[in-house]
């Protein structure tokens, strides 16, 4: 598991330098743009971490388009990204619609909006979730779960790549020091990191996260690429920006239990669907998908 420790490494590596750089940035943009402390460690992160992509890769020998889950043409990928998303809202109306039938989440009709502010919520959550879809779904299920699974069983992989995946997701924001000074950055990291000092608190949105990840790794296991994948994030990302905006959560439902507390959307109701359909395909996908993943044939066709 050396090579899932070394992307832990690279992760953490990365937000330390983030939280370390932060206050020389703050001081470059200053008087231009002021962006609070955590949102800047989030951002210089996910900079560095872009930019240091290549050299990780390279070091996990993931050098190839198969690899990082992009072997289609471009063409292909894209309609599979379109039939993924398709699959995705499917997937995701399960739960969304019984939270309501439910009253977990009610209709929020107190004032009426025009059917352009609809399309812009759909447009703009749909867009965002792909933003975020193409970078996750590339670093998780491209590069992280194919570097992983060449050392341990594909199954392993799946589980250690998704656990790091819906652990990441408890990073929230909070109040840091008014006043910028050279360690800002790392009291902003530290605040960051107290919602893990409660975890059963975070227990069914993590579970709920988990199941999502593991439904993705098969799907990306069983098509040998990550546009479906991207297509079904996108979707959920947009669905649960959707819900929020349509909807309020109802804190005294008898239900209210089957949401947790990360969004008010997905929890145990979430994680128990989308984990009866993981454990589904991952029964259903053969030896020689799962060889394929790393690159070799399984043995008994050899």
Not at 18 to 38: K, N
Request: charge should be neutral; include cysteine.
């Amino acid at each position: 598991m050396h090579v899932f420790s070394g992307f832990l490494a690279y992760i953490a590596g990365a937000f330390l330098l983030a939280a370390a750089l932060s206050y020389p940035a703050h001081l470059l943009l200053a008087g231009q743009i002021e962006v609070a402390p955590f949102k800047l460690v989030l951002r210089l992160a996910m900079l560095l971490m872009m930019l240091g992509l290549p050299w990780l890769l390279a070091r996990c020998r993931v050098r190839d388009r198969q690899s990082l889950g992009y072997a289609p043409r471009w063409r292909a990928f894209c309609v599979a990204l379109l039939k993924g998303s398709l699959l995705g809202l499917g997937i995701i109306a399960v739960p969304v619609c019984a939270l309501i039938v439910l009253d977990v989440r009610t209709w929020d009709i107190a004032e009426p909006f025009h059917p352009a502010e609809l399309v812009g919520v759909i447009a703009a959550g749909y867009l965002a979730g792909l933003a975020i879809a193409f970078i996750e779904e590339t670093f998780f299920r491209g590069a992280m779960l194919s570097a992983v699974a060449r050392q341990n069983s594909v199954l392993a992989a799946a589980l250690a790549c998704s656990l790091l995946y819906a652990a990441l997701h408890f990073l929230a924001e909070a109040p840091a020091p008014e006043t910028w000074r050279w360690n800002t950055g790392f009291i902003a990291l530290a605040n960051a990191l107290k919602d893990y000092t409660e975890p059963f608190a975070l227990v069914d949105s993590f579970a709920a996260l988990l199941a999502a990840g593991l439904l993705l790794s098969a799907v990306r296991i069983r098509d040998g690429h990550i546009a479906t994948c991207i297509g079904m994030h996108a979707a959920w990302v947009m669905a649960i920006k959707l819900t929020r905006w349509a909807t309020d959560e109802d804190s005294e439902s008898t239900y209210a239990f089957l949401v947790g507390s990360y969004d008010g959307v997905i929890g145990w109701l979430a994680a128990i669907w989308l984990g009866i359909i993981a454990w589904w395909l991952w029964r259903s996908i053969d030896s020689s998908r799962r060889e394929a993943l790393i690159g070799r044939r399984p043995s008994s066709s050899r």
